[in-house]
């Protein structure tokens, strides 16, 4: 069973920053798309960001020019970098793979709470 590694939730204050991390196993095949879902209780999951395997990237209107999406490309992830949190960013963030060929992959989900 293919496991997606995510890291770096957390409890974070209001305006702070947390930087959250997806490694990808080699056994998911190239060319594939990474990105980071977020879900709270009753809603659906929606998109954060998303980049592309030539590295276009996409962003949520409610995270642009505070998120940046980007591949860590030595440590085989992709990295989410949020700053100036706010509360309604509080919610359970997933790691999604998308191969040219083939299903989705999700990862377990991390929590982050952004809280006073």
């Known amino acids: 069973q293919v496991h997606l590694a995510e890291s770096g939730g957390g409890l974070v204050q209001p305006g702070g920053s947390l930087r959250l991390s997806c490694v990808v196993p080699g056994s998911i095949l190239r060319p594939y798309s990474m990105g980071w879902y977020r879900q709270v209780p009753g809603k659906q999951r929606e998109l954060v960001a998303r980049?592309?395997?030539?590295?276009?990237?996409d962003y949520a209107d409610s995270v642009k020019g505070r998120f940046t999406i980007s591949r860590d490309i030595a440590k085989n992830a992709v990295v989410l970098q949020m700053n100036s949190l706010k509360p309604e960013d509080t919610a359970v963030y997933y790691c999604?793979?998308?191969?040219?060929?083939?299903?989705?992959?999700w990862g377990q989900g991390t929590q982050v709470t952004v809280s006073s």
């Open positions: 980049i592309g395997e030539f590295g276009m990237v």
């Open positions: 999604n793979v998308v191969p040219a060929n083939g299903n989705p992959y």
